[in-house]
């Protein structure tokens, strides 16, 4: 089940539970899969950026992943594999793909500033791991603080055949979706699949820009489904109808430091996790966010039943 530019849907991002005590709690884990399982995800990621992926072993990375892979049989599972230097990527690469993985993301480093550096690190990255492994691209400018143009991404995917997937949470970042788009229909870029991040937070428009569905966490991943089946059902109003009911709970988890914190609680709140921790360092929610996350809540609670939690 290799990944491929026919990708659509949405691709969870799982967070990593921890107990209360920073040890991996593999039974939400499992509650997790199931649950993206059952709401129609169609593919899930692990390892990324707010799975805290830094703070895990290599050892406890192979076995989230394999656990993953082996209860989301049906469904492709991506999994992040950034990291410093190209022998740890190849070796987290290449034991999670012989386990089953449909493809690997990879984000650049923060040192990459030309065109160039940033066009050669991806063709090292796919010569390191083996030119097989299918990639998604994470243009993300504002976590890691490299700027892909259209033009540059347009390099990649013309020169790396590996790239079949853009992780696309650049902001703002609609016209980069339709200019890649204009490039394929013009026949000067092949096609890949674009599924996009920030929380979801401006995946109305996405859509509508050519985008094909969401990769990106939110504690309410089955709206997220449920704002791209409306949207591929030609049902705009109901979608965006949906989308506002969400967006201030969105907009509130999309706080930089405690973002993962508000989800991980929700989250809890909803039975999927048993704790809310995350593992040191981590931030934790005041008793002020709480009561302010639990205002917002029953407020969506009027038109989302799913936030009576």
């Known amino acids: 089940m290799l990944l491929n530019d026919q990708a ?35 593919g899930i990621t692990v390892l990324g950026q707010l799975g ?4 895990l072993s290599h050892a ?15 469904l492709p599972v991506v999994v992040g594999v950034s990291a410093p230097g190209f022998a740890s990527m190849r070796a987290l690469a290449q034991e999670v793909m012989a386990a089953g993985a449909a493809g690997v993301m990879i984000a650049p480093p923060n040192t990459l ?29 504002l976590t ?39 490039f394929e229909a013009e026949g000067s870029m092949r096609h890949i699949a674009i599924l996009c991040g920030n929380g979801g937070l401006f995946l109305d428009f996405e859509l509508s820009r050519g985008a094909d569905g969401a990769n990106t966490g939110y504690a309410f991943p089955d709206m997220l489904c449920d704002l791209v089946r409306l949207n591929k059902a030609g049902d705009l109003q ?12 969105l907009r509130y988890e999309q706080q930089a430091g405690i973002g993962l914190a508000v989800r991980k609680h929700i989250l809890m ?22 009561a302010e996350v639990n205002f917002l809540l029953d407020r969506l609670a009027r038109f989302d039943p799913r936030a009576r939690i």
Request: a negative charge.
């Open 269 to 290: 709140r909803r039975g999927l996790l048993s704790c809310d921790a995350q593992r040191k360092p981590g931030s934790s929610l005041s008793a002020q966010a709480q």
């Open 60 to 74: 406890e990375s192979i076995s989230i992943t394999r656990a993953m892979i082996q209860r989301a049989a049906k």
């Open 144 to 182: 890691f603080s490299v700027q892909m143009s259209v033009g540059v991404i347009r390099r990649m995917v013309e020169d790396i055949p590996a790239i079949v997937m853009l992780k696309h949470e650049d902001w703002p970042g609609l016209e980069k979706i339709s200019a890649l788009r204009r």
């Open 113 to 141: 500033r030309t065109d160039d550096q940033i066009v050669s690190y991806y063709h090292q990255a796919s010569e390191a791991i083996g030119t097989d492994i299918p990639i998604v691209l994470q243009d993300y400018p």
């Open 52 to 55: 805290e992926a830094p703070k």
């Open 238 to 249: 109901a979608a965006h109808d949906l989308f506002d009911a969400h967006l201030p709970l």
């Open 8 to 42: 659509k849907g949405v691709y969870p991002i799982a967070p990593t539970a921890f107990d209360a005590q920073g040890a991996i709690d593999t039974a939400s884990m499992d509650r997790l899969t199931d649950f993206y399982v059952d709401i129609g995800a169609t």
